[in-house]
């Protein structure tokens, strides 16, 4: 993702909340929050700001995904950084795109194979698409990339929350869409690769190499028509998580998250920030379709873990790859009623 957006934080709207000790007496305090209340209802309250859609679609609890395995999700999340940097090109690169094939055995899997010229010199690059066929004309993408970056190739950085933790959350998302055909639009799960800049800090003409490409062969094909919804995870599995509201995102799209999230009452984790995000989801919002990034830009203190060597296991929780992942089916349910 592009630094000069992200570092718009100036630009979020944060809203603090502090609890002190009350000065009043029991009974006066009980009198005073009643009253709070009472102005509050009348008023609205700070959820109010927050995306809204026209028709919300309460939860179904024979729908709504209840059965995301966290720690099945975060063994995975280990596996990938047990391999190390994985730039393209490189041997670890190797290693974890054959990993998530041999998770996807049985399963319809597209290959998306191609080089790129970049400074550093010519980079195989592949993107790997796993298919979930359903009932309705058209797919539903859920995406991530895999690759590390190519600069910091030299030192232990293994991203474990920048693109590890979001490429094993949809090896688990793999695991709830097996062996089922969806009663919805097909769902195409996407590891994309090049997705990270060839030079530090980002310089865009050497960077999202593979949704660039994929975005353009599907817009060729006749494909990025029949898309309804794109999905990207990034950076999900931060144990303090907040997901950003996108302002790039598609409005809509955002506004059924954000449902998602409320009908399975994880909407605190939504949201609460603003900001643009340059990210993967760019080509393909370039191109028209509707596309939307889950993506949780505040990664330490003033993001002092992002693209170091302190993106680590440790910084991440199983817990928030639950909450990413059952909001995604969610919203992908709510995608299939709209």
Same mark, same amino acid.
């Given at each position: 993702?592009?630094?000069?957006? =992200?570092?718009?934080?100036?630009? !979020?709207?944060?809203?603090? *909340?502090? !609890? +002190?000790?009350?000065?009043?007496? @029991?009974?006066? +305090?009980?009198?005073?929050?009643?009253? /709070?209340?009472?102005?509050?209802?009348?008023?609205?309250?700070?959820?109010?700001?927050?995306?809204?859609?026209?028709?919300?679609?309460?939860?179904?609890?024979?729908?709504?995904?209840?059965?995301?395995?966290?720690?099945?999700?975060?063994?995975?999340?280990? $596996?990938?950084?047990?391999?190390? %940097?994985?730039?393209?090109?490189?041997?670890?690169?190797?290693?974890?795109?054959?990993?998530?094939?041999?998770?996807?055995?049985?399963?319809?899997?597209? !290959?998306?194979?191609?080089?790129?010229?970049?400074?550093? &010199?010519?980079?195989?690059?592949?993107? @790997?698409?796993?298919?979930?066929?359903?009932?309705?004309?058209?797919?539903?993408?859920?995406?991530?990339?895999?690759?590390?970056? *190519? %600069?910091?190739?030299?030192?232990?950085?293994?991203?474990?929350?920048?693109?590890?933790?979001?490429?094993?959350?949809?090896?688990? @998302?793999?695991? =709830?869409?097996?062996?089922?055909?969806?009663?919805?639009?097909?769902?195409?799960?996407? *590891?994309?690769?090049?997705? $990270?800049?060839?030079?530090?800090?980002?310089?865009?003409?050497?960077?999202?190499?593979?949704?660039?490409?994929?975005?353009?062969? *599907? =817009?060729?094909?006749?494909?990025?028509?029949? /898309?309804?919804?794109?999905?990207?995870?990034?950076? /999900? &599995?931060?144990?303090?998580?907040?997901?950003?509201?996108?302002?790039?995102?598609?409005?809509?799209? +955002?506004?059924?998250?954000?449902?998602?999230?409320?009908?399975?009452?994880?909407?605190?984790?939504?949201?609460?920030? $603003?900001?643009?995000?340059?990210?993967?989801? +760019?080509?393909?919002?370039?191109?028209?379709?509707?596309?939307?990034?889950?993506?949780?830009?505040?990664? &330490?203190?003033?993001?002092?873990?992002?693209?170091?060597? =302190?993106?680590?296991?440790?910084?991440?929780?199983?817990?928030?790859?639950?909450?990413?992942?059952?909001?995604?089916?969610?919203?992908? !349910?709510?995608?299939?009623?709209?």
């Amino acid at each position: 993702m592009k630094p000069e957006k =992200q570092r718009a934080k100036n630009r !979020r709207h944060r809203r603090l *909340w502090a !609890r +002190e000790t009350s000065p009043f007496p @029991i009974f006066g +305090e009980g009198v005073l929050w009643f009253s /709070i209340v009472c102005v509050l209802s009348s008023l609205g309250t700070a959820s109010d700001t927050k995306p809204k859609t026209a028709h919300a679609v309460p939860a179904s609890p024979e729908q709504t995904p209840i059965a995301f395995n966290a720690s099945r999700a975060m063994q995975y999340v280990k $596996e990938i950084v047990g391999f190390g %940097p994985r730039p393209v090109g490189g041997v670890n690169h190797k290693k974890v795109e054959d990993y998530i094939l041999s998770h996807l055995k049985g399963i319809d899997v597209e !290959r998306d194979d191609f080089e790129v010229t970049a400074t550093e &010199g010519r980079f195989p690059v592949h993107n @790997i698409i796993a298919k979930f066929p359903g009932t309705k004309d058209g797919i539903i993408v859920i995406a991530s990339h895999y690759d590390t970056n *190519w %600069p910091l190739k030299d030192v232990n950085y293994v991203g474990a929350n920048d693109g590890a933790s979001s490429s094993a959350l949809l090896l688990e @998302i793999a695991n =709830q869409l097996r062996g089922k055909k969806r009663d919805g639009y097909s769902v195409w799960l996407l *590891w994309d690769d090049g997705e $990270e800049s060839m030079r530090l800090p980002w310089y865009d003409p050497e960077s999202l190499y593979g949704v660039r490409h994929l975005a353009q062969k *599907w =817009q060729d094909d006749g494909t990025l028509k029949k /898309i309804k919804a794109f999905i990207l995870e990034d950076m /999900i &599995g931060d144990a303090d998580l907040n997901i950003e509201h996108d302002t790039n995102s598609t409005s809509w799209l +955002e506004d059924l998250i954000y449902q998602a999230a409320t009908n399975l009452g994880y909407q605190s984790h939504f949201f609460g920030r $603003e900001m643009a995000v340059t990210d993967d989801h +760019e080509p393909f919002l370039k191109h028209g379709v509707p596309a939307a990034d889950l993506i949780d830009f505040n990664y &330490g203190y003033n993001d002092v873990f992002w693209h170091t060597t =302190q993106d680590t296991i440790d910084k991440l929780s199983p817990k928030s790859l639950a909450i990413v992942g059952t909001v995604t089916l969610e919203t992908v !349910r709510l995608v299939d009623q709209r």
